[in-house]
């Protein structure tokens, strides 16, 4: 069992940034690849971007493509999700997510929430206007 605890959430004006980060106990998390998503009100859950379990290989949505970066720290089994430029668009509650990956430097499918099997509670991201 993986369990995951986002932080970092809260209130930001637009053009700001915020970083999150999500903690992992249970096991380590070198073995998996890493997913975060999001979901704003009233909205299916959306893909955000991916992480390859060597850190090496990124994917991203191309609604945050150029303004989020997602990184890993093994050692720490943490993975952190910096947002840049942020809009109002960019409100909802961010998760992460865990999946057991064979590959170092692949994610198979990183933006089906199906694939992973592992989830946070959830951090809330909100940008005011």
């Known amino acids: 069992q993986v369990q995951l605890v986002e932080s970092g959430g809260g209130l930001v004006q637009a053009g700001g940034s915020l970083r999150l980060s999500c903690a992992a106990s249970?096991?380590?998390?070198?073995?998996?690849?890493m997913g975060w998503f999001r979901q704003a009100p009233g909205k299916e859950r959306e893909f955000v971007g991916a992480?390859?379990?060597?850190?090496?290989?990124?994917y991203y949505a191309d609604s945050v493509k150029g303004r989020f970066t997602i990184s890993r720290d093994n050692a720490k089994n943490t993975v952190y999700l910096q947002m840049n430029s942020l809009k109002p668009e960019d409100t909802a509650v961010y998760y992460c997510a865990a999946k057991f990956s064979a590959y170092a430097d692949y994610v198979h499918s990183p933006s089906e929430p199906s694939n992973y099997a592992y989830w946070g509670q959830g951090t809330q991201v909100t940008v005011s206007s």
């Open positions: 249970g096991r380590t998390i070198s073995g998996y690849a």
């Open positions: 992480i390859s379990g060597s850190g090496r290989i990124t």
